[in-house]
């Protein structure tokens, strides 16, 4: 697949500053900004929920793509709906309803995506793969930027790619310079990058790198 995408995760961005940090992504040439909503529960991080999202959208244009890590994601899909996320991706094993919760996002005007963590098998959503607009891989144990990237989960993608060949598969988790060309190669297509963005002195011109490796 050739239509690359960086997602830049706001995570580890100056949440002081986010304007500006917003603004630099946008001119870094991002496709996407990913909002990852933590609850303390499903994993052991709090972030942000969907009142700063929406302060999020309302500053940018970008598309905003929406990683619940979530316990009981169903009771908060509307409301990520209603303000207006083009993504909403929920954890596999954050629900016991899947096929009924992807459905619903449907049916609330967003796309649906479906995230799987690195030890749960791609096999687990093999049946909902029709439902879905895309698939996040996480590439580390999910609740904190900042982390390495696993190796066996570039497996699990070019796994995956396999299955489906026109399918949007999102890598989230340690992508840095140097091993980004390794997820494309596994086979994905959308790019979550947090802290090598946001932890460089211009997340502008290191975006704008990012972009051109991909390209
Ligand atoms: O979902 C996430 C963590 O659960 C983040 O999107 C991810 O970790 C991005 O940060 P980094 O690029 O620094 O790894
Ligand atoms: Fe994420």
Redesign the pocket.
């Known amino acids: 697949m050739n239509n690359s995408i960086i997602a830049p995760?706001v995570?580890?961005a100056n949440f002081l500053n986010l304007k500006d940090e917003i603004t630099a992504i946008e001119k870094g040439g991002a496709g996407l900004v990913?909002l990852?909503i933590?609850d303390g529960h499903f994993?052991p991080?709090i972030s942000f929920g969907p009142g700063i999202s929406a302060l999020i959208g309302k500053a940018t244009t970008l598309p905003l793509d929406c990683?619940l890590?979530i316990s009981n994601p169903e009771l908060f899909v509307e409301e990520f709906a209603r303000i207006g996320s083009h993504y909403i991706t929920v954890q596999a094993e954050s629900t016991w309803h899947l096929d009924r919760i992807l459905n619903r996002i449907r049916e609330l005007g967003a796309k649906p995506a479906v995230s799987i963590n690195p030890a749960t098998p791609i096999e687990n959503i093999q049946w909902i793969l029709d439902l879905v607009d895309m698939v996040l891989v996480?590439?580390?144990?999910?609740?904190?930027?900042?982390?390495s990237?696993i190796p066996y989960c570039l497996d699990k993608i070019r796994k995956l790619r396999e299955m489906k060949p026109n399918l949007d598969i999102e890598i989230?988790?340690?992508?840095?310079l140097d091993n980004i060309l390794d997820a494309k190669k596994a086979g994905a297509n959308i790019f979550?990058?947090?802290?090598?963005?946001f932890?460089t002195d211009s997340p502008e011109t290191t975006c704008k790198k990012f972009v051109e490796k991909v390209r």
């Not at 989230?172 to 840095?176: A, T």
């Not at 979550?192 to 963005?197: E, F, P």
Request: proline share 3%; charged share 10%; no cysteine.
């Open positions: 995760s995570l580890n990913h990852d933590m994993v991080n990683h890590m996480m590439s580390v144990n999910p609740g904190f930027g900042g982390q990237l989230d988790g340690g992508i840095k979550v990058v947090g802290s090598a963005i932890k």
